[in-house]
């Protein structure tokens, strides 16, 4: 039997200097924020490798420099550069440089992980297409956000750390309201909101209905102060015009000052789910 040489582990042969910028920072401990990090690492290493070695998920990267050039998550780093690292949709202008996602989502489609479904529900008011599934592993979901072009949502730092994710977003708050203003600040998405628009049990779409239809799936008080309601066309679920509905509105307001209700959409003064 021939005998098996065991070689020890490579031990890190280089360094390079990092410095990351604006929120990455809140993934790094708080001695090593908003200043030069010096990382051993074994030469040459991919940018990727740096990076995540750090602690910051890729997803959340969209410019990287490397000794000033403009550079993507691959090429490979070697002994005493030198990387700056820029989050998606950093405040500088951008468009003479390298992005990490040259075809971006044009429209935002969504993905939460199982532990965010409260802010799903709440895309889905909004009008977002927004899948949730609490039965699908790590591996599993990342394959889904590829296969249907959706932003992955989770705070697991980890997951979005997986090489073949290419769209991702780290929630950083914990109370759902305050997530979905994050995110509504974070992604500039406050253009595209069509509120009461989707069902927020499943995410289908929703379609009017008139009252003589839904009369016998309605309380007899609800039908005879009504005189809209909207169904989901997946799900079957109805709405109305709930006592809330002016609340939902200034919710809605509050997070999108800009927002008005289009007259052109069949919900334009504003209904409710109840």
């Known amino acids: 039997m021939p005998t098996l040489l065991l070689l020890p582990p490579r031990r890190p042969s280089a360094t390079a200097t990092l410095r990351f910028y604006a ?3 809140d993934f790094l401990p708080p001695d090593r924020q908003q200043r030069d990090l010096t990382l051993p690492f074994v030469a040459p290493a991919p940018v990727r490798h740096l990076i995540e070695l750090a602690g910051v998920p890729h997803t959340e990267v969209e410019v990287i420099l490397l000794d000033g050039e403009s550079v993507d998550l691959e090429t490979s780093v070697g002994n005493g550069q030198r990387l700056a690292i820029y989050p998606i949709f950093e405040a500088f202008d951008a468009r003479p440089l390298l992005r990490l996602r040259p075809v971006p989502l044009r429209t935002p489609r969504f993905l939460a992980d199982a532990h965010l479904g409260a802010l799903a529900r709440r895309l889905r008011l909004l009008g977002f297409d ?4 609490n039965d699908l592993g790590d591996a599993g979901l990342v394959a889904l956000a590829r296969r249907e072009g959706r932003i992955l949502l989770t705070r697991d730092r980890h997951l979005l750390m997986r090489r ?8 950083h708050p914990v109370i759902p309201q305050a997530q979905l203003a994050y995110l509504l600040e974070r992604l500039q998405l406050c253009p595209e909101i069509a509120p009461f628009t989707r069902c927020t049990l499943c995410n289908g779409l929703l379609e009017e209905r008139p009252p003589a239809q839904v009369q016998s ?5 609800v039908h ?3 005189q809209a309601f909207w169904q989901c066309q997946d799900c079957g679920q109805l709405y109305w015009r709930g006592s809330h509905w002016q609340a939902m509105c200034r919710q809605i307001q509050a997070l999108c000052p800009d927002w008005a209700p289009s007259s052109q959409s069949p919900v334009s003064d504003c ?4």
Do not use: D, K, S
């Open 217 to 221: 799936r309605v309380p007899p008080r």
């Open 164 to 171: 073949e994710l290419t769209h991702g977003c780290f929630i």
């Open 130 to 133: 927004t899948r949730w599934l």
């Open 271 to 274: 209904p409710a789910t109840a």
């Open 23 to 25: 929120e990455l920072n």
């Open 224 to 226: 005879a102060t009504q």
